[in-house]
């Protein structure tokens, strides 16, 4: 793993998103839209429930931050190896000593950064607009947003690798699979919420332990660790199995001589 060759990737990251206007509009326009939207919802709920509306108010808006959080880095790295297959650049790539590892870790480093450009501009709104300043939580943030990231990177990875095997035919999942675990997650809501069933599928996930350790600070100001460690051992578990089915596609297509095909 070549430091220069990460740094070279960052700079074809940026290339592309510095030339694209689209790509700019979407690091600022769907955060802002989130924002509003829920920003509303949240003071409609909060009006029209006097004892405790004003928490539940809350907990909306801190869930679509951070679920926000999490789907920019989950589509962000799905993205990084879309835009090279729809340029038909991603061979170049591989002809050089380029590898795996070295673009991932640059795709993250990219998607480290919209992440905090996604963070400042919704708290920013959500703290001049509806009086609810996530960053007040302050460190007991970082680690809830850390385990986002880990979960979100882990998920990318592994629809890429179905794209590799099924080519851009599965490209949709790399907008829409977060959606499809969304339900399930607790994001909005607690756990107790969902039938029994589905609370034993929803534990099963990362997010679940992270938005249910997320309002309990918000409700007591205490990091509840159990949460933050079920969500590390799932979080291992699920990067492991990710990155083991990437490569096992990324070969297949490179053994088979399907890697220029892509489309």
Do not use: C
């Not at 030339?19 to 509009?25: I, N």
């Not at 629809?159 to 490209?171: E, K, L, N, P, W």
């Amino acid at each position: 793993m070549k430091l220069h060759r990460i740094n070279a990737i960052i700079l074809h990251h940026i290339y592309f998103w510095y030339k694209s206007m689209p790509r700019w509009l979407d690091i600022f326009y769907w955060p802002v839209v989130t924002i509003l939207v829920w920003g509303f919802i949240s003071n409609f709920v909060a009006q029209g429930q006097p004892d405790g509306g004003e928490q539940v108010a809350l907990f909306l808006l801190g869930g679509v931050i951070l679920w926000m959080l999490f789907q920019r880095a989950q589509q962000d790295l799905a993205i990084s190896y879309l835009q090279d297959i729809w340029s038909r650049s991603i061979v170049n790539l591989y002809v050089s000593p380029l590898t795996n590892a070295e673009f991932i870790i640059a795709s993250m480093v990219i998607g480290v950064l919209k992440v905090i450009i996604t963070l400042v501009v919704m708290g920013a709104l959500a703290a001049v607009l509806y009086g609810f300043n996530i960053f007040t939580l302050g460190f007991s943030l970082l680690p809830f947003i850390a385990l986002l990231l880990i979960f979100a990177w882990a998920l990318g990875i592994f629809v890429t690798g179905i794209v590799f095997r099924y080519g851009t035919d599965a490209q949709v999942l790399a907008f829409g699979i977060s959606f499809i675990l969304q339900p399930v997650a607790a994001v909005f809501y607690p756990l107790s919420i969902l039938p029994p069933w589905v609370q034993i599928i929803a534990l099963t996930l990362p997010l679940t332990h992270i938005f249910e350790g997320m309002r309990a600070v918000m409700a007591t100001g205490v990091i509840p660790i159990n949460s933050l460690l079920w969500a590390l051992g799932l979080n291992i578990v699920y990067m492991i199995l990710g990155s083991w089915y990437f490569v096992a596609m990324f070969n297949h297509t490179k053994k088979m001589g399907l890697l220029a095909k892509l489309e």
